[in-house]
Protein backbone atom coordinates (compact mmCIF):
# COMPACT_ATOMS: atom_id res chain seq x y z
CA UNK A 1 0.00 0.00 0.00
CA UNK A 2 1.65 2.81 -0.71
CA UNK A 3 2.45 6.22 1.50
CA UNK A 4 0.41 8.38 -0.87
CA UNK A 5 -3.12 6.28 0.21
CA UNK A 6 -2.21 7.56 3.89
CA UNK A 7 -0.96 3.91 4.81
CA UNK A 8 2.17 4.48 5.61
CA UNK A 9 4.16 3.48 8.78
CA UNK A 10 4.85 6.55 10.43
CA UNK A 11 6.87 6.16 13.51
CA UNK A 12 5.28 4.50 15.99
CA UNK A 13 5.78 7.79 19.11
CA UNK A 14 3.86 9.70 16.12
CA UNK A 15 0.89 7.03 15.54
CA UNK A 16 1.00 6.80 19.23
CA UNK A 17 0.49 10.34 20.05
CA UNK A 18 -2.70 10.00 17.66
CA UNK A 19 -4.05 7.28 19.43
CA UNK A 20 -3.00 8.59 23.27
CA UNK A 21 -5.06 11.97 22.23
CA UNK A 22 -7.76 10.36 20.96
CA UNK A 23 -7.72 8.26 24.82
CA UNK A 24 -7.47 11.42 26.26
CA UNK A 25 -10.50 12.87 24.19
CA UNK A 26 -12.25 10.24 24.97
CA UNK A 27 -11.75 10.04 28.69
CA UNK A 28 -12.25 13.47 28.80
CA UNK A 29 -15.51 12.89 27.36
CA UNK A 30 -16.25 10.17 29.62
CA UNK A 31 -15.07 12.34 33.19
CA UNK A 32 -17.72 15.24 31.43
CA UNK A 33 -20.52 13.17 30.75
CA UNK A 34 -20.01 11.09 34.26
CA UNK A 35 -20.73 14.49 36.22
CA UNK A 36 -24.39 14.93 35.22
CA UNK A 37 -25.15 11.13 35.31
CA UNK A 38 -23.73 11.07 38.94
CA UNK A 39 -26.48 13.90 39.54
CA UNK A 40 -28.69 11.82 37.88
CA UNK A 41 -27.99 7.82 39.22
CA UNK A 42 -26.27 9.68 42.61
CA UNK A 43 -23.13 7.49 44.61
CA UNK A 44 -25.69 4.55 44.86
CA UNK A 45 -26.71 4.34 41.59
CA UNK A 46 -22.38 4.56 40.43
CA UNK A 47 -21.67 1.59 42.93
CA UNK A 48 -24.81 0.06 40.50
CA UNK A 49 -23.15 1.03 37.34
CA UNK A 50 -19.83 -0.21 38.31
CA UNK A 51 -20.79 -3.26 39.27
CA UNK A 52 -22.13 -4.05 35.77
CA UNK A 53 -18.91 -2.89 34.20
CA UNK A 54 -16.89 -4.53 36.08
CA UNK A 55 -18.58 -7.86 34.82
CA UNK A 56 -18.94 -6.57 31.61
CA UNK A 57 -15.37 -5.88 31.51
CA UNK A 58 -13.91 -9.22 32.29
CA UNK A 59 -16.16 -10.53 30.11
CA UNK A 60 -15.05 -8.11 27.54
CA UNK A 61 -11.71 -9.30 27.91
CA UNK A 62 -12.63 -13.22 27.03
CA UNK A 63 -14.70 -12.43 24.16
CA UNK A 64 -12.40 -9.71 22.29
CA UNK A 65 -9.95 -7.49 24.13
CA UNK A 66 -6.93 -9.25 22.71
CA UNK A 67 -8.44 -8.96 19.19
CA UNK A 68 -6.45 -5.71 18.62
CA UNK A 69 -3.45 -6.45 19.58
CA UNK A 70 -3.30 -10.00 17.99
CA UNK A 71 -4.51 -8.66 14.81
CA UNK A 72 -2.17 -6.15 14.26
CA UNK A 73 0.60 -8.04 15.42
CA UNK A 74 -0.16 -10.46 12.65
CA UNK A 75 -1.09 -7.76 9.97
CA UNK A 76 2.17 -5.93 11.05
CA UNK A 77 4.12 -9.27 10.72
CA UNK A 78 2.62 -9.93 7.34
CA UNK A 79 2.67 -6.13 5.88
CA UNK A 80 6.65 -6.01 6.94
CA UNK A 81 7.38 -8.88 4.77
CA UNK A 82 4.47 -7.40 1.57
CA UNK A 83 2.42 -10.49 2.07
CA UNK A 84 -1.01 -7.66 1.79
CA UNK A 85 -3.08 -11.59 0.95
CA UNK A 86 -1.74 -12.78 4.45
CA UNK A 87 -3.18 -9.42 6.04
CA UNK A 88 -6.45 -9.47 4.97
CA UNK A 89 -6.75 -13.44 5.05
CA UNK A 90 -5.91 -12.82 8.63
CA UNK A 91 -8.74 -9.88 9.17
CA UNK A 92 -11.25 -12.16 7.40
CA UNK A 93 -10.47 -15.24 9.82
CA UNK A 94 -10.08 -12.72 12.98
CA UNK A 95 -13.81 -11.21 11.80
CA UNK A 96 -15.48 -14.98 12.01
CA UNK A 97 -13.22 -15.64 15.03
CA UNK A 98 -14.98 -12.41 16.86
CA UNK A 99 -18.76 -12.68 15.49
CA UNK A 100 -18.73 -16.44 17.41
CA UNK A 101 -17.00 -15.56 20.49
CA UNK A 102 -18.84 -12.18 20.54
CA UNK A 103 -22.31 -13.90 20.18
CA UNK A 104 -21.90 -17.17 22.57
CA UNK A 105 -20.39 -14.65 25.53
CA UNK A 106 -23.21 -11.72 24.60
CA UNK A 107 -25.68 -14.36 25.30
CA UNK A 108 -24.13 -16.10 28.53
CA UNK A 109 -23.95 -12.46 30.10
CA UNK A 110 -27.76 -12.15 28.82
CA UNK A 111 -28.49 -14.99 30.50
CA UNK A 112 -26.88 -15.40 33.43
CA UNK A 113 -26.94 -11.45 34.53
CA UNK A 114 -28.95 -12.43 37.53
CA UNK A 115 -26.61 -14.86 39.04
CA UNK A 116 -23.49 -12.78 38.12
CA UNK A 117 -25.19 -9.61 39.49
CA UNK A 118 -26.71 -10.98 42.75
CA UNK A 119 -24.65 -13.90 43.76
CA UNK A 120 -21.67 -12.86 43.16
CA UNK A 121 -21.37 -9.12 43.41
CA UNK A 122 -24.55 -8.95 46.25
CA UNK A 123 -25.38 -6.26 43.90
CA UNK A 124 -28.78 -7.55 41.91
CA UNK A 125 -29.77 -4.48 40.28
CA UNK A 126 -26.87 -4.11 38.46
CA UNK A 127 -28.73 -7.48 36.36
CA UNK A 128 -30.92 -4.92 34.36
CA UNK A 129 -27.84 -2.70 33.38
CA UNK A 130 -26.18 -6.31 31.99
CA UNK A 131 -28.83 -6.98 29.94
CA UNK A 132 -28.17 -3.59 27.80
CA UNK A 133 -24.66 -4.82 28.09
CA UNK A 134 -25.20 -8.03 26.76
CA UNK A 135 -24.91 -7.34 22.81
CA UNK A 136 -22.38 -5.06 23.33
CA UNK A 137 -20.30 -7.58 23.34
CA UNK A 138 -20.28 -8.43 20.24
CA UNK A 139 -20.46 -5.59 18.51
CA UNK A 140 -16.68 -4.77 20.45
CA UNK A 141 -15.74 -7.65 19.00
CA UNK A 142 -16.08 -6.96 16.12
CA UNK A 143 -14.74 -3.27 16.38
CA UNK A 144 -11.78 -4.98 17.72
CA UNK A 145 -10.73 -6.77 14.40
CA UNK A 146 -10.89 -3.72 12.70
CA UNK A 147 -8.80 -1.46 15.12
CA UNK A 148 -6.18 -4.21 15.24
CA UNK A 149 -6.61 -4.05 11.14
CA UNK A 150 -5.71 -0.86 10.75
CA UNK A 151 -3.15 -0.31 13.68
CA UNK A 152 -1.47 -3.05 12.38
CA UNK A 153 -1.19 -1.11 8.90
CA UNK A 154 0.81 1.70 11.27
CA UNK A 155 -2.83 3.92 10.88
CA UNK A 156 -4.04 4.90 13.54
CA UNK A 157 -6.34 7.40 12.94
CA UNK A 158 -9.43 5.26 12.12
CA UNK A 159 -9.05 3.70 15.45
CA UNK A 160 -8.79 7.20 17.05
CA UNK A 161 -11.49 8.98 15.28
CA UNK A 162 -13.77 5.80 15.94
CA UNK A 163 -13.26 5.82 19.40
CA UNK A 164 -13.85 9.50 19.64
CA UNK A 165 -17.49 9.24 17.67
CA UNK A 166 -17.90 6.39 19.86
CA UNK A 167 -17.71 8.64 23.20
CA UNK A 168 -19.49 11.55 21.73
CA UNK A 169 -22.85 9.31 21.20
CA UNK A 170 -21.95 7.49 24.38
CA UNK A 171 -22.48 10.46 26.19
CA UNK A 172 -25.20 11.68 24.52
CA UNK A 173 -27.59 8.66 25.14
CA UNK A 174 -26.38 7.76 28.45
CA UNK A 175 -27.47 11.17 29.81
CA UNK A 176 -30.51 11.19 28.13
CA UNK A 177 -31.33 7.30 28.62
CA UNK A 178 -30.36 8.09 32.30
CA UNK A 179 -32.71 10.66 33.39
CA UNK A 180 -35.52 8.89 31.38
CA UNK A 181 -35.18 5.71 33.20
CA UNK A 182 -34.71 7.00 36.34
CA UNK A 183 -37.94 8.93 36.22
CA UNK A 184 -39.72 5.21 35.21
CA UNK A 185 -38.20 3.46 37.71
CA UNK A 186 -39.03 6.08 40.34
CA UNK A 187 -42.96 4.69 39.73
CA UNK A 188 -41.79 1.00 39.92
CA UNK A 189 -42.30 0.42 43.59
CA UNK A 190 -40.60 -2.49 45.28
CA UNK A 191 -39.90 -3.72 48.99
CA UNK A 192 -36.71 -1.19 49.48
CA UNK A 193 -38.57 1.99 47.85
CA UNK A 194 -38.31 2.12 43.57
CA UNK A 195 -36.10 1.01 40.95
CA UNK A 196 -35.13 4.62 39.99
CA UNK A 197 -31.09 4.23 40.25
CA UNK A 198 -31.17 0.59 38.83
CA UNK A 199 -33.32 1.89 36.10
CA UNK A 200 -31.16 4.80 35.90
CA UNK A 201 -27.91 3.23 35.77
CA UNK A 202 -29.01 0.56 32.53
CA UNK A 203 -29.78 3.94 30.96
CA UNK A 204 -25.97 4.72 31.38
CA UNK A 205 -25.24 1.88 30.27
CA UNK A 206 -27.17 1.81 26.82
CA UNK A 207 -25.20 4.67 25.98
CA UNK A 208 -22.29 2.12 25.93
CA UNK A 209 -24.00 0.00 23.68
CA UNK A 210 -25.27 2.86 21.00
CA UNK A 211 -21.76 4.19 20.86
CA UNK A 212 -20.04 0.66 19.86
CA UNK A 213 -21.98 0.99 17.01
CA UNK A 214 -21.65 4.06 15.78
CA UNK A 215 -18.05 3.25 16.15
CA UNK A 216 -18.67 -0.04 14.08
CA UNK A 217 -20.49 1.45 11.74
CA UNK A 218 -17.59 4.37 11.20
CA UNK A 219 -14.94 1.38 10.62
CA UNK A 220 -17.10 -0.46 8.32
CA UNK A 221 -16.90 2.74 6.31
CA UNK A 222 -13.24 3.39 6.48
CA UNK A 223 -12.69 -0.08 5.51
CA UNK A 224 -14.72 0.20 2.82
CA UNK A 225 -13.05 2.93 1.29
CA UNK A 226 -9.45 1.40 2.48
CA UNK A 227 -10.52 -2.17 0.56
CA UNK A 228 -9.73 -0.82 -2.87
CA UNK A 229 -5.99 0.03 -2.47
CA UNK A 230 -5.53 -2.90 -0.10
CA UNK A 231 -6.91 -5.31 -3.17
CA UNK A 232 -4.09 -3.41 -5.49
CA UNK A 233 -1.23 -4.41 -3.33
CA UNK A 234 -2.66 -8.15 -3.20
CA UNK A 235 -2.90 -8.28 -7.27
CA UNK A 236 0.50 -6.65 -7.54
CA UNK A 237 1.94 -9.56 -5.54
CA UNK A 238 4.26 -11.77 -7.62
CA UNK A 239 4.08 -14.94 -5.34
CA UNK A 240 1.33 -14.29 -3.04
CA UNK A 241 1.59 -16.22 0.35
CA UNK A 242 -1.59 -17.27 2.08
CA UNK A 243 -1.34 -19.54 5.49
CA UNK A 244 -4.17 -22.10 5.97
CA UNK A 245 -7.51 -21.60 7.96
CA UNK A 246 -6.63 -24.12 10.57
CA UNK A 247 -3.26 -22.97 11.00
CA UNK A 248 -4.52 -19.35 11.06
CA UNK A 249 -7.06 -19.74 13.89
CA UNK A 250 -4.36 -21.88 15.95
CA UNK A 251 -1.65 -18.63 16.15
CA UNK A 252 -4.55 -17.03 16.34
CA UNK A 253 -5.92 -18.83 19.65
CA UNK A 254 -2.02 -19.19 20.97
CA UNK A 255 -1.58 -15.25 20.86
CA UNK A 256 -4.72 -13.74 21.93
CA UNK A 257 -4.75 -16.68 25.06
CA UNK A 258 -1.75 -15.25 26.81
CA UNK A 259 -3.20 -11.53 25.88
CA UNK A 260 -6.25 -12.96 27.75
CA UNK A 261 -4.93 -14.70 30.61
CA UNK A 262 -2.57 -11.59 31.34
CA UNK A 263 -5.81 -8.39 30.78
CA UNK A 264 -7.78 -10.59 32.36
CA UNK A 265 -5.74 -10.86 35.64
CA UNK A 266 -4.59 -7.63 35.41
CA UNK A 267 -8.29 -6.37 35.36
CA UNK A 268 -10.22 -8.86 37.32
CA UNK A 269 -8.67 -7.31 40.30
CA UNK A 270 -11.84 -4.46 40.23
CA UNK A 271 -13.93 -7.55 40.18
CA UNK A 272 -12.73 -9.21 42.90
CA UNK A 273 -12.07 -6.11 44.99
CA UNK A 274 -16.00 -5.16 44.51
CA UNK A 275 -17.12 -8.87 45.47
CA UNK A 276 -14.19 -8.66 48.17
CA UNK A 277 -15.11 -5.09 49.57
CA UNK A 278 -19.23 -6.04 49.03
CA UNK A 279 -18.99 -9.16 50.75
CA UNK A 280 -16.93 -7.87 53.83
CA UNK A 281 -19.04 -4.94 54.55
CA UNK A 282 -22.43 -6.95 54.55
CA UNK A 283 -20.57 -9.20 57.09
CA UNK A 284 -19.81 -6.10 59.26
CA UNK A 285 -23.65 -4.85 58.86
CA UNK A 286 -23.17 -2.21 55.82
CA UNK A 287 -26.74 -2.28 53.99
CA UNK A 288 -26.39 -2.70 49.74
CA UNK A 289 -27.51 1.06 49.94
CA UNK A 290 -24.17 1.46 51.68
CA UNK A 291 -21.40 -0.19 50.10
CA UNK A 292 -22.89 0.71 46.79
CA UNK A 293 -22.19 4.47 47.58
CA UNK A 294 -18.70 4.03 49.11
CA UNK A 295 -17.92 1.92 45.85
CA UNK A 296 -19.68 4.75 43.63
CA UNK A 297 -17.30 7.17 45.39
CA UNK A 298 -14.52 4.78 44.59
CA UNK A 299 -15.23 3.67 41.29
CA UNK A 300 -17.40 6.82 39.75
CA UNK A 301 -15.15 9.67 40.78
CA UNK A 302 -12.06 8.31 41.82
CA UNK A 303 -11.24 5.81 39.43
CA UNK A 304 -12.96 7.66 36.16
CA UNK A 305 -10.57 10.77 37.25
CA UNK A 306 -7.44 8.69 37.72
CA UNK A 307 -7.93 6.74 34.68
CA UNK A 308 -7.88 9.92 32.31
CA UNK A 309 -4.03 9.96 32.02
CA UNK A 310 -3.71 6.17 32.44
CA UNK A 311 -5.52 6.32 29.02
CA UNK A 312 -1.83 7.48 27.73
CA UNK A 313 -0.10 4.39 28.65
CA UNK A 314 -2.35 1.88 27.33
CA UNK A 315 -2.85 3.97 23.44
CA UNK A 316 1.48 4.06 23.84
CA UNK A 317 1.24 0.16 24.37
CA UNK A 318 -1.14 -0.15 21.43
CA UNK A 319 0.84 1.88 18.96
CA UNK A 320 4.08 -0.27 20.33
CA UNK A 321 3.30 -3.21 19.96
CA UNK A 322 3.19 -3.58 15.78
CA UNK A 323 6.36 -1.39 15.74
CA UNK A 324 8.51 -3.72 18.34
CA UNK A 325 7.70 -6.90 16.53
CA UNK A 326 8.76 -5.14 13.29
CA UNK A 327 11.98 -4.46 14.91
CA UNK A 328 12.10 -7.99 16.64
CA UNK A 329 11.65 -9.85 13.52
CA UNK A 330 14.52 -7.77 12.25
CA UNK A 331 16.45 -8.53 14.98
CA UNK A 332 16.77 -4.80 16.21
CA UNK A 333 17.90 -4.70 19.40
CA UNK A 334 19.45 -1.39 19.38
CA UNK A 335 16.24 -0.18 17.24
CA UNK A 336 14.35 -1.52 20.24
CA UNK A 337 15.65 -0.68 23.31
CA UNK A 338 15.45 2.85 21.70
CA UNK A 339 11.67 2.47 20.90
CA UNK A 340 11.15 1.31 24.77
CA UNK A 341 13.24 3.97 26.07
CA UNK A 342 11.13 6.57 24.05
CA UNK A 343 7.86 4.80 24.94
CA UNK A 344 8.13 5.01 28.89
CA UNK A 345 10.01 8.67 28.74
CA UNK A 346 7.05 10.20 26.82
CA UNK A 347 4.27 7.99 29.31
CA UNK A 348 5.81 9.25 32.84
CA UNK A 349 6.82 12.98 31.65
CA UNK A 350 2.63 12.89 31.07
CA UNK A 351 1.58 10.90 34.04
CA UNK A 352 4.34 12.49 37.04
CA UNK A 353 2.26 15.84 36.68
CA UNK A 354 -1.01 14.45 36.26
CA UNK A 355 0.05 12.63 39.80
CA UNK A 356 1.16 16.05 41.22
CA UNK A 357 -1.89 17.92 39.93
CA UNK A 358 -4.39 15.83 41.94
CA UNK A 359 -2.07 15.62 44.84
CA UNK A 360 -2.46 19.38 44.87
CA UNK A 361 -5.85 20.00 43.31
CA UNK A 362 -8.13 17.05 44.12
CA UNK A 363 -10.52 18.70 46.24
CA UNK A 364 -11.04 21.24 44.01
CA UNK A 365 -11.56 19.66 40.90
CA UNK A 366 -14.18 17.23 42.74
CA UNK A 367 -15.80 20.66 43.99
CA UNK A 368 -15.63 21.90 40.85
CA UNK A 369 -16.92 19.00 38.83
CA UNK A 370 -19.84 17.42 41.00
CA UNK A 371 -19.44 20.07 44.63
CA UNK A 372 -18.13 17.25 46.98
CA UNK A 373 -16.29 18.41 49.60
CA UNK A 374 -16.76 15.48 51.59
CA UNK A 375 -13.06 14.31 53.61
CA UNK A 376 -13.42 10.92 52.41
CA UNK A 377 -13.59 11.37 48.67
CA UNK A 378 -11.10 14.31 48.96
CA UNK A 379 -8.76 11.74 50.81
CA UNK A 380 -9.30 9.40 48.25
CA UNK A 381 -7.77 11.67 45.39
CA UNK A 382 -5.26 13.60 46.94
CA UNK A 383 -3.62 10.16 48.33
CA UNK A 384 -4.47 7.92 46.09
CA UNK A 385 -3.39 9.85 42.94
CA UNK A 386 0.12 8.29 43.00
CA UNK A 387 -1.43 5.44 41.27
CA UNK A 388 -1.67 7.07 38.03
CA UNK A 389 2.34 7.01 37.93
CA UNK A 390 2.38 2.96 39.29
CA UNK A 391 -0.31 2.16 37.04
CA UNK A 392 0.61 3.92 33.82
CA UNK A 393 4.44 2.24 33.54
CA UNK A 394 2.71 -0.87 34.56
CA UNK A 395 0.43 -1.12 31.38
CA UNK A 396 3.14 0.00 29.11
CA UNK A 397 5.77 -2.44 30.34
CA UNK A 398 3.03 -4.89 29.75
CA UNK A 399 2.52 -3.92 26.29
CA UNK A 400 6.30 -3.41 25.80
CA UNK A 401 6.64 -7.72 26.84
CA UNK A 402 3.96 -8.86 24.51
CA UNK A 403 5.82 -6.91 21.50
CA UNK A 404 8.50 -8.16 22.08
CA UNK A 405 7.01 -11.62 21.92
CA UNK A 406 7.28 -12.50 25.16
CA UNK A 407 3.59 -13.02 25.58
CA UNK A 408 3.34 -15.50 28.96
CA UNK A 409 5.51 -13.00 30.95
CA UNK A 410 2.59 -10.71 31.84
CA UNK A 411 0.22 -13.26 32.62
CA UNK A 412 2.78 -14.77 35.57
CA UNK A 413 3.77 -11.16 36.86
CA UNK A 414 0.27 -9.92 37.16
CA UNK A 415 -1.19 -14.05 38.89
CA UNK A 416 1.46 -12.97 41.66
CA UNK A 417 0.55 -9.23 41.76
CA UNK A 418 -2.90 -10.18 42.45
CA UNK A 419 -2.40 -12.74 44.52
CA UNK A 420 -0.25 -10.44 46.76
CA UNK A 421 -2.93 -8.09 46.15
CA UNK A 422 -5.41 -9.55 47.58
CA UNK A 423 -3.68 -10.37 50.63
CA UNK A 424 -2.71 -6.95 51.31
CA UNK A 425 -6.45 -5.34 50.44
CA UNK A 426 -7.83 -7.77 53.22
CA UNK A 427 -5.07 -6.52 55.65
CA UNK A 428 -6.00 -2.98 55.25
CA UNK A 429 -9.86 -3.75 55.33
CA UNK A 430 -8.87 -4.29 58.95
CA UNK A 431 -6.12 -1.71 59.11
CA UNK A 432 -8.26 1.66 57.82
CA UNK A 433 -11.62 2.98 59.36
CA UNK A 434 -12.64 4.22 55.63
CA UNK A 435 -12.60 0.99 53.88
CA UNK A 436 -12.33 2.79 50.25
CA UNK A 437 -9.01 3.59 51.22
CA UNK A 438 -8.09 -0.31 51.41
CA UNK A 439 -9.06 -0.53 47.48
CA UNK A 440 -6.95 2.32 46.73
CA UNK A 441 -3.89 1.21 48.73
CA UNK A 442 -3.91 -2.18 47.62
CA UNK A 443 -4.21 -1.56 44.26
CA UNK A 444 -1.41 1.09 44.21
CA UNK A 445 0.23 -1.97 45.62
CA UNK A 446 -0.83 -4.37 42.51
CA UNK A 447 0.59 -1.75 40.15
CA UNK A 448 3.69 -1.03 42.04
CA UNK A 449 4.60 -4.72 42.29
CA UNK A 450 4.01 -5.24 38.54
CA UNK A 451 6.48 -2.65 37.60
CA UNK A 452 9.20 -3.99 39.36
CA UNK A 453 8.18 -7.34 37.89
CA UNK A 454 7.99 -6.08 34.45
CA UNK A 455 11.07 -3.96 34.49
CA UNK A 456 13.21 -7.03 35.62
CA UNK A 457 11.91 -8.62 32.90
CA UNK A 458 12.39 -5.73 30.27
CA UNK A 459 16.19 -5.87 31.69
CA UNK A 460 16.50 -9.88 31.19
CA UNK A 461 14.78 -10.28 27.73
CA UNK A 462 15.62 -7.23 26.11
CA UNK A 463 18.61 -6.48 27.46
CA UNK A 464 17.39 -2.90 28.26
CA UNK A 465 18.57 -0.81 30.89
CA UNK A 466 16.64 1.92 32.43
CA UNK A 467 17.77 6.07 32.22
CA UNK A 468 16.63 7.16 35.34
CA UNK A 469 17.45 11.05 35.50
CA UNK A 470 15.63 12.53 32.79
CA UNK A 471 12.56 9.61 32.84
CA UNK A 472 12.13 10.15 36.42
CA UNK A 473 13.82 12.33 38.39
CA UNK A 474 13.19 15.42 35.83
CA UNK A 475 9.68 14.96 35.40
CA UNK A 476 9.36 14.77 39.06
CA UNK A 477 11.60 17.87 39.52
CA UNK A 478 9.42 20.07 37.26
CA UNK A 479 6.19 18.51 38.89
CA UNK A 480 6.95 19.67 42.29
CA UNK A 481 7.97 23.06 40.91
CA UNK A 482 4.88 23.08 39.17
CA UNK A 483 2.59 21.67 42.14
CA UNK A 484 4.08 24.46 44.36
CA UNK A 485 3.20 27.09 41.65
CA UNK A 486 -0.31 26.05 41.50
CA UNK A 487 -1.42 25.95 45.26
CA UNK A 488 -0.12 28.95 46.11
CA UNK A 489 -1.89 30.31 42.94
CA UNK A 490 -5.35 28.62 43.44
CA UNK A 491 -5.10 29.63 47.11
CA UNK A 492 -4.65 33.54 46.18
CA UNK A 493 -7.00 33.13 43.79
CA UNK A 494 -9.91 30.94 45.35
CA UNK A 495 -10.96 33.46 47.60
CA UNK A 496 -11.73 36.81 45.79
CA UNK A 497 -12.27 34.54 42.66
CA UNK A 498 -14.04 31.83 43.79
CA UNK A 499 -13.37 27.65 43.56
CA UNK A 500 -14.11 27.28 39.26
CA UNK A 501 -12.26 29.98 38.31
CA UNK A 502 -9.46 29.65 40.45
CA UNK A 503 -9.43 26.00 39.79
CA UNK A 504 -9.60 26.25 35.73
CA UNK A 505 -6.70 29.20 36.08
CA UNK A 506 -4.67 27.48 38.19
CA UNK A 507 -4.80 23.95 35.79
CA UNK A 508 -4.04 26.15 32.78
CA UNK A 509 -1.16 27.77 34.82
CA UNK A 510 -0.03 24.28 36.16
CA UNK A 511 0.67 22.92 32.60
CA UNK A 512 2.38 26.39 31.29
CA UNK A 513 5.00 26.29 34.34
CA UNK A 514 5.33 22.42 34.24
CA UNK A 515 6.14 22.70 30.42
CA UNK A 516 8.60 25.50 31.20
CA UNK A 517 10.33 23.56 33.81
CA UNK A 518 10.79 20.42 31.80
CA UNK A 519 12.19 22.84 29.22
CA UNK A 520 14.81 24.49 31.84
CA UNK A 521 15.60 21.19 33.16
CA UNK A 522 16.41 19.58 30.00
CA UNK A 523 14.05 16.94 31.08
CA UNK A 524 12.93 17.17 27.02
CA UNK A 525 15.44 18.08 23.56
CA UNK A 526 14.48 18.59 20.00
CA UNK A 527 15.07 14.62 18.97
CA UNK A 528 12.07 13.97 21.21
CA UNK A 529 9.81 17.19 20.42
CA UNK A 530 10.18 17.44 16.60
CA UNK A 531 9.31 13.08 16.58
CA UNK A 532 5.42 14.51 18.11
CA UNK A 533 2.96 15.90 15.77
CA UNK A 534 3.42 19.46 15.50
CA UNK A 535 7.04 18.98 17.45
CA UNK A 536 8.38 20.78 14.71
CA UNK A 537 6.58 23.79 15.19
CA UNK A 538 7.07 24.31 18.27
CA UNK A 539 10.50 23.33 18.09
CA UNK A 540 11.36 26.47 16.29
CA UNK A 541 8.84 28.73 18.20
CA UNK A 542 10.81 27.95 21.88
CA UNK A 543 14.53 28.03 19.69
CA UNK A 544 13.13 31.87 18.48
CA UNK A 545 12.81 32.31 22.35
CA UNK A 546 16.31 31.37 23.19
CA UNK A 547 14.58 27.89 25.35
CA UNK A 548 15.68 25.46 23.65
Request: charged content about 10%; some cysteine; proline content about 3%.
Amino acid sequence: MTEKKGLRRDNFLVQGTILAAASIIVRLIGLLYRVPLTGIIGNEGNGIYSAAYSIYTILLLISSYSLPLAVSKFVSKAVAKSQYTNAYFYFKCSLGFAVTVGAVVGGLCFVFSDFLAGTCLKTPLSSYSLRILAPTLLIVAVIGVFRGFFQGLGNMVPTALSQIMEQIANAFVSVIAAASLFEVGLKIKTADGNLSTAYGAAGGVLGTCIGAFTALVFLVIAFLKCRPYLKAQIAAEEAPVKDSMKDTYRLLLLTIAPVILSTAVYNISDLLDQAIFNNSLFQLGYSEKQYDALWGIYSGKYKLLTQVPIALASAMASSIIPSLTASVNRKEKQEINRKINQAIRFTMIVSIPCFAGFTVLGGPVLKLLWNDTDPVTVSTLTYGSVAIVAFSLSTLTNGILQGIDRMKVPVIHAVISLIAHIGVFYLMLDFFHEKVFAVVFANLFFALLMCVLNAMALKKYAGYKQEYYKTFLVPFLASAIMGGAVYLLYHVLSAPAGNTIACLLSIFAGVLIYGFALILLKGIGKEELTALPMGGKIYRILNKLHLM
